[in-house]
């Protein structure tokens, strides 16, 4: 979201969004149906779902860590950490 900086209203990042959104159901209908026409016959099957397989193993492992991320942001931004650690 670097381009959030730059726009004056939320407008851009609503735009932004948007087109990030599209894209990104574009290519994950486009390559696998690149992949299976490029692919040799015997690894057509695999290849395309192999595609699928690395967006699941990317959720897989981002699930977490963004869980994670989000509630120690959770804890700093309600004041936990502060009673919590005094200084």
């Known amino acids: 979201m670097g381009g959030a900086k730059l726009g004056p209203t939320y407008t851009l990042i609503i735009i932004g969004r948007f ?11 486009l390559v696998p149906m690149y992949v299976g026409e490029i692919a040799p016959t015997r690894l057509r099957g695999a290849l395309g779902a192999l595609h699928q397989l690395g967006i699941v193993c ?22 936990i950490n502060a009673v919590s650690h005094p200084n």
């Open 58 to 79: 990317g959720i897989l492992v981002a699930q977490p860590l963004l869980v994670t991320l989000a509630l120690q942001l959770a804890q700093q931004l309600s004041g």
């Open 19 to 29: 087109v990030v959104g599209v894209y990104s159901g574009l290519a994950s209908a």
